[in-house]
C-alpha cells in the first residue's frame, strides 16, 4: 500500500485539530490499496460544509451534497492548480425518485452511516491515516477483484442507475470480475438506465473504451443488457452471421467487431468507438444467395448513417462525430498496389491527413479481429506510398507559388485569371508533368502570361 501524499496527510490534519472525524473514502482508498495512482481525492467528515469552508481558504461550496472542493496548488504562488480535494459530510439518503439523486439528504455523525449510502463494497472503505473502516467486507473484495454492491444490489441500482453502467466500467477498468448477486441486479434493473442522461452514459462509456481491456467490457456491457440499452444497433450485430463460402470471417459481425476493437492498436477512445462500430451498416445490408454467399454490399455508407445517429444520442461533440463518421464511411479502402497516386491522394483528402494513423489502426484491427495476419506486403506498400504521395502538395495553397506572384508576372490585379492559373499549374503538378519548385513554377508563369499576351495580341488584329 502506498503512503498518503503529503496534501492528503494536510486535509486529514486540519479538520481532525480542529475536533472533527476525517476519513479518506472511496475510489482514493481503493487505489491506496492497490498501489494505484489516483487524483481527486475524495474525503469525508462530520464537519457541515461551513465548517469546512471556514478550515480551507482555497475552498468552495456550490452544491447541495455537502461537498465542498478544495483547490490543491502546485506552487506556492498559487498560480496553477494541481488538484481539486473533495470533502464530503456524513450523510444519509432517502427517495430517488428520478433513479439517479436523492430526494431527502440527512447529515450524519457517523461514518457507517456513510458507507451505507455507497455503490460498491471496494468502494466503501474509509482510512483516517491510522485505522481502516471497512463494515461490507471492501479490502477482501479487492484481493478478490470481485465488484460487489453495498447491501441489497437492486436497492443501490434504484438509487442510482448510473451505478449498472459504472459496475461495468470499474470492472473495466481494473480488470475485476461482477458478483453473482450483483451481475443479477444489473441484468434485472438495467431498463432504468433510460432515466440517465445520455452525456452521463457516454462519458462511462468512453471510461471503458479508454481502459486496458475494452473488448471485454463491451462484451460485459452485451451480456448484461445495458449494450441493448445504449447502442441497440451493435447488439443486433451479434445476430448477423458473416462465415460463407468464399470469405475469410469466422465470426458474426458483433462478435467480429469486438475483436476488431481488442486487437486495434491504439488507445484513443474515439478510435476504438470507431472500430467497434466500423460494420454497424452490415446487420442493414445482409444478403444470403442461394450458394450461400453472404454479403454486405455499401455497408460502409449505411454504416456511416448510422455511426452519425449513434454519436448524436451520445452526445458526442462535432469532431468526435466527423472522426467516427470518417473512419466507419472509408474503412473498406483498397490496398491493390496498382493504385495511381491520384486514387491515394482522393482516399488520403477524404479521410484527412490527421485521420490515416487511426484508419491503419482500424484496419489492423480490422484484420486481426476476422482472423487475418496483423498486415500483409499490400498494406504494408500502401503504407510506404501514403507517405510517398503526402510530400507532394494536396492544394493550391502547397504550391511553392501564390496569387502575388501571379499577378506580378502577369503584370494584373486580382481577379479569375489569377485563381485559373493556380489551377492550371496545380494540375500539372499533381500529374507529376511540372515539379513544385519555385523557379519551375515561376517559369511556368511567365510561359501562360506570354501565351496569354500572344491570344490576346492575335484576337485584337483578328
Not at 223 to 229: F, R
Not at 230 to 249: G, M, N, T, W, Y
Not at 282 to 307: C, M, Q, R, W
Not at 406 to 429: C, Q
Request: charged content about 25%; some cysteine; proline content about 4%.
Amino acid at each position: 500500500m502506498r503512503t498518503l501524499p503529503q496534501e492528503v496527510q494536510t486535509v486529514l490534519s486540519t479538520l481532525k485539530n480542529s475536533g472533527f472525524d476525517a476519513y479518506v473514502v472511496g475510489g482514493s482508498v481503493r487505489d491506496l490499496l492497490m498501489g494505484k495512482e489516483t487524483k481527486g481525492w475524495d474525503f469525508t467528515t462530520n464537519a457541515t460544509p461551513e465548517q469546512i469552508l471556514s478550515l480551507f481558504p482555497d475552498s468552495f461550496y456550490d452544491n447541495c451534497f455537502g461537498t465542498v472542493g478544495v483547490k490543491i496548488y502546485e506552487d506556492q504562488e498559487k498560480t496553477h492548480i494541481k488538484d481539486i480535494f473533495e470533502i464530503t459530510t456524513f450523510r444519509s439518503e432517502r427517495g430517488y425518485t428520478d433513479n439517479r439523486h436523492p430526494d431527502i439528504i440527512h447529515w450524519g455523525t457517523h461514518i457507517e452511516d456513510d458507507l451505507a449510502r455507497r455503490d460498491f463494497t471496494i468502494n466503501a472503505i474509509a482510512y483516517n491515516g491510522a485505522t481502516f473502516i471497512d463494515p461490507y467486507g471492501g479490502r477482501k473484495d479487492i484481493e478478490k477483484k470481485v465488484i460487489r454492491a453495498v447491501g441489497n444490489p437492486i436497492d443501490r441500482f434504484s438509487e442510482d442507475a448510473l451505478r449498472i453502467m459504472r459496475a461495468v466500467r470499474i470492472a473495466t477498468q481494473l480488470g475485476f470480475f461482477i458478483e453473482e448477486h450483483t451481475l443479477e441486479a444489473i441484468r434485472s434493473s438495467v431498463h432504468l438506465l433510460q432515466n440517465i442522461s445520455a452525456e452521463r452514459i457516454r462519458d462511462e462509456l468512453m471510461k471503458i473504451l479508454a481502459s486496458n481491456y475494452p473488448a471485454d467490457g463491451t462484451l460485459l456491457l452485451k451480456n448484461t443488457g445495458i449494450l441493448q440499452i445504449i447502442i441497440p444497433e451493435l447488439h443486433d450485430a451479434f445476430s448477423v452471421p458473416q462465415k460463407s463460402p468464399k470469405r475469410h470471417h469466422i465470426y458474426d459481425v458483433g462478435t467480429h467487431s469486438v475483436e476488431a476493437l481488442r486487437h486495434a492498436p491504439t488507445t484513443d477512445p474515439i478510435v476504438r468507438l470507431a472500430t467497434l462500430l466500423h460494420d454497424i451498416g452490415k446487420p442493414k445490408t445482409f444478403h444470403k444467395d442461394k450458394s450461400g454467399l453472404i454479403t454486405f454490399y455499401n455497408h460502409e455508407v449505411i454504416g456511416a448513417k448510422i455511426a452519425k445517429d449513434i454519436c448524436h444520442r451520445l452526445r458526442l461533440s462535432k469532431k468526435q462525430t466527423d472522426t467516427v463518421v470518417t473512419l466507419v464511411r472509408w474503412h473498406q479502402f483498397s490496398v491493390d498496389p496498382n493504385q495511381t497516386d491520384s486514387a491515394i491522394r482522393r482516399f488520403i483528402r477524404r479521410c484527412g491527413k490527421e485521420n490515416l494513423e487511426y484508419m491503419l489502426a482500424l484496419r489492423i484491427g480490422d484484420r486481426l479481429g476476422g482472423g487475418a495476419q496483423e498486415t500483409s506486403w499490400r498494406l504494408e506498400l500502401f503504407k510506404k506510398r501514403l507517405e510517398d504521395v503526402q510530400k507532394q502538395p494536396f492544394s493550391i495553397k502547397d504550391l511553392q507559388v501564390n496569387g502575388h506572384d501571379v499577378m506580378r508576372i502577369f503584370n494584373i490585379d486580382p481577379g479569375p485569371t489569377v485563381g485559373k492559373t493556380l489551377e492550371t499549374l496545380f494540375s500539372e503538378v499533381e500529374q507529376g508533368i511540372l515539379p513544385n519548385e519555385r523557379e519551375a513554377l515561376l517559369k511556368r508563369i511567365q510561359e501562360l502570361a506570354l501565351s496569354t499576351s500572344l491570344l490576346v495580341s492575335s484576337t485584337t488584329k483578328t
